[in-house]
RNA sequence: GGCCCCAUCGUCUAGCGGUCAGGACAUCACCCUUUCAAGGUGAAUACACGAGUUCGAAUCUCGUUGGGGUCACCA
């Protein structure tokens, strides 16, 4: 078995891109096959530049890896396609030999012209075909005269074509509703029909797996296939990944979007930027339209390797349940790593948001954040106070609690310096720190939540925050109270 | 509009003639609790509609409606 991922090179890898990749990559996976990437730069106004290392990074981030690929040959290359021009044209020659294909001299004008007839005449809009039936003479002489043509696909104009779908099943065409596709266009470069069926074949692809919007044009391929008498593939059209609200498939217009107040990420590289794990969005993404058999979710992608099923994917659309991967990416942070790796994950991040990370503080927090971040980008907000080099105190307002005021606030403040600064350091520790806490709690009769969210705000500089008692044991006895002390002054 | 695809809780899904229609996310309530989380328990919520076929339809057929895709010298 060999599978493809095709994508063009015109910008970053979308992740309706991804989705298609990770299948066709789950089913060369699942049967021992081979999975090529394959770039379609037939376009050469839509061509961005830089394009494929950004399809070749977001692949590589999350884990799918192809067996042969530019820069990876494995005796089926080149595997871009501007590079294999000839090869297509000698083939769309042939099929013009063998009556399959004619050339078409109509000027674009002319295109426009026969559509905007056709509308008038409500009729649906389509190539007139003109050409079809030049004559012998009239072609010699537009070749002679230099006159800029297209290739064009002789289809049946009547009968059926049936395709097989691996996903869902027969799907029949009648014949007269078809196109004569341009295969090669008039600057020498093949259209994605003509360059995908030669590539397959030459390639050796086994299963097509696809977009679904490839569905309406499947009968012009399996024409194609059969114009050239070659053996089909199996082809399997993936059903479309539509926006969070099931309106329009999701597409890169709608990137950065906000939609209900929430962000809208359609590019593979958002969600890495976003704070999700590579591991997390992948584990997603075969969770729609596709399920793992039992009632399981979270499953490692050597499971799902070896339970991947294409025929069992659902045909039917999908709405992008975003919040999903929310949940899913807060599993895998406090159940799926170490606090090793999660600590390395997180550095950088901290770095980036400007400061200055200390390994063994980082390390020691873990145990405190990892149930209290979704994304990995929450670290900033929740425990960046350990990092930072000068202390960000809170404001007043911040550190009295409701149905307490600013006096009462202080002289709890106080009373905390007072019990905490005879505490040894080597027994500053949560337990010790929790069980003084709760003195407090008593001897001012005061309540556990006024006590404790007062310490929080003075310690932390934040009102949510990891746990107080322990944050305190991490911050070390001096760090500690001299942040209590400077909410004592805050208050005076 | 033509053609094609699709249709189970708000969302992702299980179901492939006989189930109290199951799970998950989200929502709500309660419990736990040093905030926030996490965790626990529970609640609410779905077979789009209409005809058939059948002893019996979410499951099969047809139609309607709805949604999506596609109609380029883009992929």
Known sequence: MRTRFAPSPTGPLHIGGVRSALFSWLLARHHGGKFILRIEDTDQKRFVEGSIDLITDA??????????GPGKDGGYGPYIQSERLPLYQKWAQWLIDNDKAYRCFCTPERLDQVNKEKEARKEPPGYDRFCRNLSQAEIEKNLAEGKPHVIRLKVPLEGQTTGQDLIR?????????LQDAVLLKSDGYPTYH???VIDDHFMEISHVTRANEWLPSLPLHLLLWEAFGWEKPYYAHLPVLLNPNGKGKLSKRH??????????????KEFKDAGYLPEAVVNFLTNIGWNFGDEREIFDIQEAIARFDISAVNPANSAFPIEKLDWMNGVYIREKLSSEELAKRLRPILENAGLEVNVDRLLKIMPLIRERIKSLNDIVDLAGFFFHETFKPPTAEMLIPKKMDKDGTRKLLEASHARYSVVSETEFLTTPLLTIGAGLVSDLGLNNSQVFGVLRVAVTGQSISTPTFETMEILGKDESLKRIQIAVDLLK
């Open 59 to 68: 692949l590589s981030w999350l884990g799918i890896d192809y067996d042969e």
């Open 169 to 177: 099943g027969e799907v029949v065409f009648d014949n007269n509703t």
């Open 194 to 196: 003509l360059a995908h």
């Open 255 to 268: 990137s950065g979007f906000s939609e209900d107040g929430k962000k809208v990420l359609v590019l593979a």
